[in-house]
């Protein structure tokens, strides 16, 4: 039998749940991931076929102190996307995102990418001026959304790269 490659080196969390018309909160926020164990995370967002109903929604990657987003703090992030309904698998290059966020303009079909390695989560951790030095390992997606915009089908999940042991149970990266 052969090896599972992709679970022994990855790691996959369900960030928001897809459902047909969609009303997420505003924000709204996936649960904080662990990542005590691992390289980088990659956020996914994936929208359906409703989405280009006016939504113009900002992105941001917080990093934090636990679970509960203690300490959150937005942080500089790798962006790309898919616009899977005229090229189904052609990505855009990746593009370095100020902390502030990225602006999506409410494309139908759409997957995006968000992605941050754990140095990149510590060292944006650090320091802020709200509550001095703190220790950062966690990090959470978070979509601001339009208040005119029309419920949608969308989802986001995130995969964890790069394991730091090998291990064919990894633990979980969320509580």
Sequence with gaps: MRDPKFLLNHHVVAGLY??????????????????????????????????????????????????????????????????????????????????????????????YAFEVSAPEILAAGLYDATNGWHHADWVRLVITINAQKDPYVGCVYAVLSNPRFADSTMPTAIV
């Design 18 to 111: 897809p459902d047909t018309d969609v009303d997420f909160p505003s924000p709204a926020t996936t649960p904080a991931i662990h990542m005590s164990c691992y390289e980088v995370c990659t956020f996914f967002f994936l929208t359906g076929n409703s989405f280009g109903n006016g939504s113009v929604d900002v992105v941001t990657v917080e990093a934090c102190d636990d679970a509960d987003g203690t300490n959150a703090i937005t942080m500089p992030y790798m962006y790309w996307y898919c616009p899977s309904s005229t090229t189904v698998d052609t990505w855009t290059g990746p593009t370095l995102i100020a902390a502030t966020g990225v602006t999506l303009a409410g494309l139908d079909n759409y997957i």
